[in-house]
């Protein structure tokens, strides 16, 4: 696939593509005798993991440390457990927080709809926040 191709079915810019190869996040592409990029399979695999990398927020020296492993061998099969381990620990406290703020959210939601069919909004006194608030007064 070309560079276009390849820019198009992820939805990047072709500059990024080049980006990801240059600061080493994918390894180098495949290329024609002529020089030009040509994207294999491995290729897109790499690219695919790199991506989904990012979307989870992990950062990009993480992917760039892998493939550095990675490219040295099988000997660095532990270091890349260590890698991917220390990753998946970072993603697992990622998700408590963002749990914690979506039960909050959703708490404060269920309020304000409540509100809007009562004229009344209304806290728990378990969560925290004030007791009984006309709608427009003060809120936590």
Known sequence: MTIKEVAERYHLTQDTLRYYERVRMIPEVHRTSGGIRDYQEEDLRWLELALCMRKAGLPMEAMIEY??????????????????????????????????????????????????????LSWDDDRKCLLVDRIGGAET
Do not use: C, F
């Not at 550095?68 to 099988?74: A, F, T, V």
């Not at 749990?99 to 004229?119: D, F």
């Open 67 to 120: 493939l550095r492993l990675y490219q040295e061998g099988d000997e660095t099969i532990p270091a890349r457990l260590e890698l991917l381990q220390n990753q998946m620990e970072l993603l697992k406290k990622q998700k408590e927080q963002l749990e914690a703020t979506m039960s909050h959210l959703s708490y404060k939601i269920s309020r304000y709809e409540e509100a809007m069919k009562t004229g009344t």
